[in-house]
C-alpha cells in the first residue's frame, strides 16, 4: 500500500476529532470545497496512482460504503470517509476515515515525523479526548499507532504512516453508540502500518 504525507496550516478531521497541523513545509492552498474524486480520471488526486487500496481496506474494516471525498483544488490533501451498510454521514456506526496529504517526495520522513508529532501533541491537548494508546516506530520509517476516546463516547483506533515517497497518510477508525471493535481492526491497521 503506498504512502502519504501533509503540510502546512492543514486542518484534518480524524472521526469526531479535528486536529490542526502546523508543519513548516510550504503552506497547503486554503481548503476549497471542489471535491477530489477517489479515481480522478486525470489521474491527479493526492493519492498514489492506485488509490483503490483504501476502498479495500476500508471494505476489509467493515466500511465498505464511500460517503466524503474532499480536498483542495490544488489536490495537495485528500479526505475519505468510509460508512457501513446501510449507514451514513449522520447515522454511522463505524466509520473510517482517510486522510492523504502530499509533500515533496524529499521530505517525506521529515514531514512524517512532523507530522506524527503534532498529531500526538493535538491528540494530547484536546480536553475532549482521552488517549488510551499511542506508539511509534523506532525504524527508519516513522509511523504510529493511536488509540483515544471522546467524551461523547466515540472510541477510535488508527495509524499515522508514510505508504509512499511524497505521501504521508492518517487513517482512523471511529466507533460509536456502544459498537465494540474487533481486535482484527488493530491487526489490520498494524499490518498496513508495518507493510506486512
Known amino acids: 500500500m503506498a504512502r ?6 492543514t486542518r484534518v478531521t480524524v472521526g469526531a476529532l479535528s486536529l490542526s497541523l502546523l508543519l513548516s513545509f510550504p503552506a497547503i492552498a486554503a481548503a476549497q470545497s471542489a471535491p477530489i474524486n477517489e479515481n480522478d480520471a486525470s489521474g491527479q488526486t493526492a493519492a498514489p496512482a492506485h488509490p483503490a487500496p483504501y476502498a479495500r ?3 476489509d474494516l467493515g466500511t465498505p460504503n ?30 473510517t476515515s482517510v486522510s492523504i496529504a502530499k509533500v515533496k517526495p524529499a521530505d517525506t520522513l521529515v514531514a512524517t515525523r512532523a507530522i506524527i508529532a503534532k ?9 475532549h479526548a482521552r488517549v488510551t494508546t499511542f506508539s511509534q516506530s523506532k525504524s527508519a520509517a516513522p509511523s504510529a499507532f493511536f488509540a483515544f476516546v471522546t467524551s461523547d463516547g466515540i472510541a477510535s483506533q488508527g ?13 482512523q477508525v471511529a466507533y460509536r453508540h456502544g459498537y465494540v471493535h474487533r481486535a482484527s481492526d488493530r491487526t489490520l491497521l498494524e499490518a498496513v502500518r508495518t507493510g506486512r
Open 119 to 127: 498529531f500526538k501533541a493535538r491528540l494530547e491537548a484536546q480536553k
Open 159 to 171: 495509524i499515522a504512516y508514510s505508504p509512499a515517497e511524497g505521501f504521508v497518510s492518517v487513517i
Open 4 to 9: 502519504h504525507p501533509t503540510r502546512t496550516g
Open 66 to 95: 464511500l460517503i466524503s471525498s474532499a480536498g483542495p483544488a490544488d489536490k495537495s490533501l485528500l479526505k475519505l470517509q468510509f460508512v457501513g451498510a446501510d449507514q451514513s454521514q449522520k447515522s454511522w456506526v463505524k466509520m
Open 57 to 59: 481496506l476500508a471494505a
